[in-house]
């Protein structure tokens, strides 16, 4: 382990054309030559390998079948240098064992339940419902609106539910250390607290920028006992970073993935421990109207929250599947989040997915007002639902998400994270479009009280002071 | 004014003697009283509580100090009697223009405890709205902090109020009054806050409601908690600065009330603690005891026992009643409540009531309060701005009397350790009010048998209070 070196970048290779893709998923040098290739070109003129980095081991099979080894259609992967192979191997195989692992299960309820506080409500949100029908001047009952309170959650978000899962994890594989990577800094404090509870040691790296803008976060991780390292530049930076630590250390530590990113097995793995929140919904649907949803909306940063929701429904082809990503300051305005919308398809950080890339396979700096958002990258399961059609993706702005979170603030008395205010701000297109009584579930992401800053400084203004 | 005198005037306990005069009062308010003529006490023939038979008897009640002398059955008590008094604590100490509003206020409080439309709305929005129940959370690293060198302690357990939407116990109060005052036609809310938290739980429910909403807050705490200030006119209410006096809590309920006085049959006054005049006390006690109801549910659950020991903050009272009042009966259920001492008892800056106060007249009830030798009410201190208060609800007065619960208090130096201890330990951030309680752990912790079930109020979650820790920690 000591003796690998690494560098973001490795050696050249003769330079294929069409785009290139920078690996970020670090360089480990002195791994031979011999087993690296590229990926195939037999592969859609969308996906190129990069030129200035180090490709590494791939297999063709891979990108032919699906489902196997963490394939999505062609999406997903494992494109990691050799060395961590192994140790995503061994989280592989311990993953597998949990599934059916009955003490494991157990504890995971009970802690759910009793420390972040599940199972999360199904709200039916009637001044919101109201609202759209009094713009629609409809005479009817109206689409109807719910929201799964993801915010009432420990911490603040369903971040939660991952983060705790994957430190009874890491406790289990027998490490005392525990480093994440964290953009708005919801992932980190979850992180940060699954690990006091569980007494791991916790490092968390976040953007300079990001640090700045979400200073209470910051400070709230301090306070659960965890290291919090500045990066310079952003959550992708901060990424690279916490990868770099892991690799130096894969012998005592785990890295805490937040979302359905990386290469396999994390999105799996995520994914499964953020499907708690639609497993609930079916069962609270049923309850309430004794049936399903007809629409699921979710904000889109790299997908771990809407896959949660959407997951237990995927099979039900009568639910609709919507998911709203940050459209900035506007798609042309080059400063978005907006992957699906406007990305192509590329490796990064491990996985083959769509990116927001320039011509010269560059990773583009996302923007958004919703710093959870601001991934230039989306989960491969996410793009795999996107390509097959199963799910819908549209975007919304900074203005459009601000508006929605002020609405809400005055209907509902909930204020919604800058995030979740993506997809609420998406209900003033859909709801118009909808039958009378179609029941819309829309993910309550997490809650607002760490954008307040972020709102002052905006200086909105309210009619009555 | 008049108002004002009424409201800071202490006065001092009356003697037995005066009681007589009392009662006869008592008497004439009963025969004209629409809803209670008499006092039905069952007199125990025995002093053995085990007899099963003893005779009952009808019979107006002269002198409740009989029946509620300190050691007597809680069973008996009369928490509150028709004039709102817990012993001598409680009553209505309010100007004349008031007392309609809050017979009105009472009356459509008993009417709606047996109104199943409004008990099954009430307990749907608890759970779909606020969230509820909230768990009862085995805190285990807690535990073996606590646990001696031979491997014996007390198991703690955290009621997580934390977890509630906005954050605190105090929704559980703000919505069951918000949709009182719907029911009595009220379209006008207002409410007084210190540091904004039952600000921002009042103007949450109005929004949800579609209530106009106006917090009175003093001008001072407005600029000590802008961000506060900001997610309440986020919400839809309107913030309105009061600059009279030391321009904080104290000032700001004496502005709410007044717009109460002039707005009556319009607005409700959603007062955010078990202290003002009654019906008050007994109605946020009432609406917050669904706290103990669960815990007792989730005790049985979870051990099929009750609890042992009871510990929660007490600033005005109101998360420790909605823990202690479903166990009251239970007299081997131990209650601790945690005050604040501020710089230290001695240092005159605290809000430790019940140590340190003396019986008095204030916000409308009889209580302990923190005065000085002309009655003027002290400024209190404490790190925490919701247990800030120069008052306690008469109720907690009343136990404190009887010895039916135990009071102590905290410095704000022990209070940051906790917050820090509690933080990491167990992934939790507290309040800083809870922190309190969680400090008293270290004293009481030690003195308790192996095995003891201590339930501790998590009242609310300490997001608010990181950046006011950090500056003095120095994080």
Same mark, same amino acid.
């Given at each position: 382990?000591?003796?690998?070196k690494?560098?973001?970048?490795?050696?050249?290779?003769?330079?294929?054309?069409?785009?290139?893709?920078?690996?970020?998923?670090?360089v480990v040098? *002195?791994?031979?030559?011999?087993r690296?290739?590229?990926?195939?070109s037999?592969l859609?003129?969308?996906?190129?390998?990069?030129s200035?980095s180090?490709?590494t081991?791939?297999?063709?099979?891979?990108f032919l079948?699906?489902?196997?080894d963490g394939?999505?259609?062609?999406?997903?992967?494992?494109?990691?240098?050799?060395?961590?192979?192994?140790?995503?191997k061994?989280l592989?195989d311990?993953?597998?064992?949990l599934l059916?692992?009955?003490?494991?299960?157990?504890?995971l309820t009970?802690?759910?339940?009793?420390y972040?506080g599940r199972?999360?409500?199904?709200?039916?949100a009637?001044r919101?419902?109201?609202?759209?029908?009094?713009?629609?001047?409809?005479?009817?009952?109206?689409?109807?609106?719910?929201? =799964?309170?993801?915010d009432?959650s420990?911490?603040?978000?369903h971040?939660?539910?991952?983060?705790?899962a994957q430190?009874m994890i890491?406790?289990?594989?027998?490490?005392?250390?525990?480093v994440?990577?964290?953009?708005?800094?919801q992932?980190?404090?979850?992180?940060?607290?699954?690990?006091?509870?569980l007494s791991?040691?916790?490092t968390?790296?976040?953007?300079?920028t990001?640090?700045? =803008?979400?200073?209470f976060n910051v400070?709230s991780m =301090?306070?659960?006992?965890?290291?919090?390292k500045?990066v310079?530049?952003?959550?992708?930076?901060?990424?690279?970073?916490?990868?770099?630590?892991?690799v130096?250390?894969?012998?005592?530590?785990?890295?805490?993935?937040?979302?359905?990113?990386?290469?396999?097995?994390?999105p799996?793995?995520v994914?499964e421990?953020?499907?708690?929140?639609?497993?609930?919904t079916?069962?609270?649907?049923?309850?309430?109207?004794?049936?399903?949803p007809?629409?699921l909306?979710?904000?889109?940063?790299?997908?771990a929250?809407a896959?949660?929701?959407?997951?237990?429904?995927?099979?039900?082809?009568?639910?609709?599947?919507?998911?709203?990503?940050?459209?900035?300051?506007g798609?042309?305005s080059?400063?978005h989040?907006a992957?699906?919308a406007?990305?192509h398809?590329?490796v990064y950080?491990?996985?083959?997915?769509?990116?927001?890339?320039?011509?010269?396979?560059?990773?583009?700096?996302?923007?958004?007002?919703?710093? *959870?958002?601001e991934y230039p990258?989306?989960?491969?399961?996410?793009?795999?639902?996107?390509?097959t059609?199963?799910?819908?993706?549209?975007?919304a702005t900074?203005q459009?998400a601000?508006?929605a979170?002020?609405?809400?603030?005055r209907?509902e008395?909930?204020?919604?994270?800058?995030?979740t205010?993506?997809?609420?701000?998406?209900?003033d297109?859909l709801?118009?479009?909808?039958?009378d009584?179609?029941?819309?579930?829309?993910?309550?992401?997490?809650?607002g009280d760490?954008?307040?800053?972020?709102?002052?400084?905006?200086?909105?203004?309210?009619?009555?002071? | 004014?008049?108002?004002?005198a009424?409201?800071r005037a202490?006065?001092?306990p009356s003697?037995?003697s005066?009681?007589?005069s009392?009662?006869s009062?008592?008497?004439?308010?009963?025969?004209?009283?629409?809803?209670?003529a008499?006092?039905?006490?069952?007199? !125990?023939?025995?002093?053995s509580?085990?007899s099963?038979?003893?005779?009952v008897?009808?019979?107006?009640a002269k002198?409740?100090?009989?029946?509620?002398a300190?050691g007597s059955?809680?069973?008996l008590?009369q928490?509150?009697?028709?004039f709102?008094?817990?012993?001598?604590?409680?009553?209505?100490?309010?100007p004349?223009?008031?007392?309609?509003?809050?017979?009105?206020?009472?009356s459509?409080f008993? @009417?709606l405890?047996?109104?199943?439309?409004f008990?099954?709305e009430?307990?749907?929005i608890?759970?779909?709205?606020?969230?509820r129940?909230?768990?009862?959370y085995?805190a285990?690293?807690?535990?073996?902090?606590?646990?001696r060198?031979n491997?014996e302690?007390?198991?703690?357990?955290?009621?997580?109020?934390d977890?509630?939407?906005t954050?605190?116990?105090?929704?559980?109060?703000?919505?069951?009054?918000?949709?009182?005052?719907?029911?009595? #036609?009220?379209?006008?809310?207002?409410?007084?806050t %210190?540091?904004?938290?039952?600000?921002v @739980?009042?103007?949450?429910v109005c929004?949800r409601?579609?209530?106009?909403?106006?917090?009175?807050?003093?001008?001072?705490d407005?600029?000590?908690?802008?961000?506060?200030?900001?997610?309440?006119?986020?919400l %839809?209410a309107?913030?309105r %600065?009061?600059?009279?006096?030391t321009a904080?809590?104290?000032?700001?309920?004496?502005?709410a009330?007044?717009?109460?006085?002039?707005?009556?049959?319009t607005t409700?006054?959603i007062?955010?603690?078990?202290?003002?005049p009654h019906?008050?006390?007994?109605?946020?006690?009432?609406?917050?005891?669904?706290i103990?109801k669960?815990?007792?549910?989730? @005790?049985?659950?979870?051990?099929?026992?009750k609890?042992?020991?009871?510990?929660?903050?007490?600033?005005?009272?109101?998360?420790?009643?909605?823990?202690?009042?479903?166990?009251?009966?239970?007299?081997?259920?131990?209650?601790i409540?945690v005050?604040a001492? #501020?710089f230290?008892l001695?240092s005159?800056k605290?809000a430790a009531t019940?140590?340190k106060?003396?019986?008095?007249v204030?916000? %409308?009830?009889?209580?302990?309060?923190l005065?000085?030798?002309?009655g003027?009410?002290?400024?209190p201190?404490?790190?925490? @701005?919701?247990?800030?208060?120069p008052?306690v609800?008469?109720?907690h007065?009343?136990?404190?009397d009887m010895?039916?619960?135990?009071?102590y208090?905290?410095?704000d130096?022990?209070?940051?350790e906790?917050f820090k201890?509690v933080?990491?330990?167990?992934g939790?951030? !507290?309040?800083?009010e809870?922190?309190?309680?969680?400090?008293?752990?270290?004293?009481?912790?030690?003195?308790l048998?192996?095995g003891?079930?201590?339930v501790?109020?998590f009242?609310g979650r300490?997001?608010k209070?990181?950046?006011?820790v950090a500056?003095?920690?120095?994080?």
């Open positions: 382990m000591s003796s690998t690494i560098q973001v970048r490795g050696q050249l290779l003769p330079r294929i054309p069409a785009r290139n893709h920078r690996m970020i998923y670090s040098c *002195g791994v031979s030559t011999k690296h290739h590229r990926e195939s037999l859609s003129r969308e996906t190129c390998p990069s200035d180090v490709p081991k791939t297999d063709k099979s891979q079948c699906g489902d196997v394939k999505f259609g062609r999406f997903g992967g494992k494109f990691v240098p050799e060395t961590l192979i192994s140790s995503l061994d592989e311990e993953f597998n064992c059916s692992d009955q003490e494991f299960q157990e504890e009970t802690a759910l339940r009793d972040v199972e999360t409500p199904l709200y039916f009637g919101l419902t109201e609202h759209y029908k009094n713009i629609g001047r409809t005479i009817g009952v109206g689409p109807e609106i719910y929201l =799964k309170r993801e009432l420990h911490c603040g978000s971040k939660i539910n991952n983060a705790l430190a890491a406790r289990r594989l027998g490490c005392s250390h525990v994440a990577a964290t953009g708005a800094g992932h980190g404090v979850a992180t940060a607290a699954a690990c006091a509870k791991l040691e916790c968390v790296y976040m953007g300079a990001d640090m700045e =803008k979400q200073f400070l =301090k306070q659960l006992g965890a290291q919090v500045s310079k530049g952003t959550f992708k930076d901060a990424s690279s970073e916490a990868i770099r630590h892991w130096e250390n894969l012998d005592s530590t785990y890295f805490l993935l937040g979302t359905v990113v990386g290469p396999h097995p994390c799996i793995m994914r421990f953020q499907s708690v929140i639609g497993k609930e079916r069962r609270q649907a049923h309850q309430l109207w004794g049936g399903k007809d629409v909306v979710a904000c889109v940063g790299s997908g929250n896959l949660g929701l959407f997951h237990e429904f995927v099979g039900d082809e009568d639910v609709r599947l919507v998911g709203v990503e940050a459209a900035g300051l798609l042309d080059g400063k989040s992957t699906l406007v990305g398809v590329g950080h491990g996985s083959m997915s769509y990116l927001l890339q320039d011509d010269q396979g560059q990773i583009l700096k996302p923007h958004s007002v919703g710093v *959870g958002l990258g989306v989960g491969p399961e996410i793009s795999f639902l996107k390509q059609g199963r799910a819908e993706f549209y975007t900074d459009e601000i508006q979170c002020m609405r809400l603030s209907l008395g909930i204020i919604p994270a800058l995030e205010s993506h997809a609420l701000a998406f209900l297109k709801i118009p479009t909808l039958r009584g179609a029941k819309v579930i829309v993910n309550c992401s997490g809650r760490k954008d307040l800053d972020t709102l002052i400084q905006r200086g909105i203004s309210f009619p009555n002071c | 004014m008049a108002a004002s009424t409201f202490s006065v001092s003697p037995p005066s009681s007589s009392s009662s009062s008592q008497l004439t308010h009963l025969r004209s009283s629409p809803f209670k008499f006092n039905f006490t069952p007199l !125990p023939s025995s002093r509580s085990k099963s038979s003893f005779s008897s009808c019979t107006i002198d409740p100090a009989v029946l509620m300190p059955d809680p069973a008590w928490r509150p009697d028709s709102g008094r817990f012993g001598k604590f409680g009553g209505k100490y309010v004349e223009t008031l007392m309609h509003a809050l017979s009105e206020l009472e459509a008993y @009417a405890a047996t109104d199943d439309d008990q099954r009430l307990a749907g608890l759970k779909d709205y606020v969230g129940e909230s768990p009862l085995f285990e690293r807690l535990t073996e902090h606590y646990r060198e491997g302690g007390p198991l703690i357990y955290l009621k997580r109020e977890l509630n939407h954050g605190a116990h105090k929704i559980n109060n703000a919505v069951a009054q918000a949709l009182l005052a719907k029911r009595l #036609g009220k379209k006008r809310i207002i409410a007084e %210190g540091a904004g938290q039952h600000g @739980a009042t103007a949450t929004a409601f579609g209530l106009e909403c106006i917090i009175y807050m003093g001008a001072q407005m600029e000590r908690q802008a961000l506060n200030v900001f997610r309440m006119r986020l %839809g309107e913030v %600065g009061v600059h009279s006096g904080t809590l104290k000032d700001a309920t004496s502005e009330i007044r717009d109460w006085v002039t707005n009556v049959e409700h006054y007062l955010g603690s078990v202290a003002g019906p008050y006390p007994m109605m946020v006690r009432d609406f917050h005891a669904v103990g669960e815990t007792r549910r989730q @005790a049985l659950e979870k051990w099929g026992g609890p042992d020991v009871l510990v929660a903050c007490v600033g005005g009272g109101s998360n420790a009643m909605g823990l202690f009042h479903e166990f009251v009966n239970d007299k081997e259920v131990r209650m409540g005050e001492a #501020g230290g001695d005159g605290h019940l140590t106060g003396d019986v008095g204030l916000h %409308g009830a009889m209580s302990y309060l005065q000085d030798d002309d003027q009410i002290i400024e201190h404490s790190i925490s @701005a919701g247990l800030d208060y008052g609800g008469p109720e007065s009343f136990f404190k010895g039916r619960a135990e009071y208090s905290i410095t130096e022990e209070a940051l906790a201890r933080s990491r330990l167990e939790i951030i !507290p309040a800083l809870t922190s309190h309680a969680l400090a008293y752990l270290e004293k009481l912790c030690p003195t048998a192996d003891t079930r201590v501790l109020n009242s300490g997001d209070d990181v950046q006011t500056k003095y920690l120095e994080v």
